[in-house]
């Protein structure tokens, strides 16, 4: 039987495929796993140092797919979603850089988007136009648009779940580079690796998770899936 689209959810081995995420997918699950959730049980955390995955709450890792769904997508692809015509402004891009000293980093801004609906919209937009830059570029686009960055531990780490699309650069070992199609992928993986984050949040409050989700991506790296509660490798430079 052929696949459809929406059966596609692992970066082919095969590069003749092209094939790229069903984003959709993202929203579906995210909003299966915090169904019926009280406030108390979306905004349960624990801040130990030890327990780097529990840092953010159920609701703070919907803020953060939100947060993916958008920056990365304006960020990496900007100019090919919108080429000849004004950035939209959903959010505040200023205020939502990536980095500690940034208003906020890698999550919505909380006085403005904390309610789930609000989360929510927030996440169908940014799965929106990533949804619209896979069905209206071509493999060749999405190959020959590289960039290299500085390598981190994380990034080091979770490479290895691609089969291509990034690597370490030629020209320096403490740099990574990525075509747009790699990027696209780990945007993909980095967003369930958070539903899964939501799915263990829950079990740990002795809840029972919604969705069956498929163990691809991040999700194959145990310190990802949960088969250790010890902190991954974190964001410390190459």
Same mark, same amino acid.
């Given at each position: ?21 069903? &984003? ?6 995210? !909003? ?7 406030? !108390? ?5 624990? =801040? #130990? ?7 953010? #709450?159920?609701?703070?890792?919907? #803020? ?18 919108? =080429? ?34 609000? @989360? ?12 619209? @830059? ?8 999405? *190959? ?5 960055? *500085? ?11 691609? =089969? *291509? $699309? ?11 580079? &990525? ?12 967003? @369930? ?13 002795? @809840? ?8 691809? $991506? &991040?999700?194959?790296?145990?310190? &990802? ?7 991954? =490798?974190?964001? *410390?430079?190459?």
């Amino acid at each position: 039987m052929a696949l459809t689209r929406a059966d596609i959810i692992e970066m082919p081995a095969d590069e003749t495929s092209g094939a790229m995420p069903w &984003y959709p997918h993202i929203g579906t699950w995210v !909003e299966a796993e915090i169904a019926g959730l009280t406030d !108390e049980q979306l905004d349960f955390h624990d =801040p #130990s140092p030890e327990r780097e995955w529990m840092w953010w #709450s159920c609701r703070r890792q919907v #803020s953060h797919i939100a947060w993916d769904a958008l920056v990365f997508t304006k960020r990496r692809a900007g100019h090919l979603l919108w =080429p000849n015509e004004a950035t939209p402004e959903p959010i505040n891009w200023g205020e939502h850089q990536m980095g500690p000293n940034n208003k906020w980093d890698r999550l919505l801004d909380a006085d403005l988007f904390w309610e789930v609906p609000d @989360l929510l919209d927030k996440l169908k937009l940014g799965i929106s136009w990533l949804t619209r @830059l896979v069905e209206q570029e071509s493999t060749e686009t999405f *190959r020959s648009e590289i960039k290299t960055v *500085r390598g981190t531990q994380f990034w080091e780490y979770v490479i290895t779940t691609l =089969p *291509r $699309g990034a690597a370490a650069s030629p020209e320096d070992n403490s740099q990574i580079t &990525y075509t747009l199609e790699g990027s696209l992928w780990m945007v993909f993986y980095e967003m @369930l690796s958070h539903i899964r984050t939501i799915q263990r949040l829950k079990i740990h409050q002795g @809840l029972t998770p919604n969705v069956d989700l498929p163990r691809v $991506g &991040y999700l194959r790296l145990p310190h &990802y899936w949960g088969e250790t509660n010890e902190n991954g =490798p974190g964001m *410390r430079r190459l």
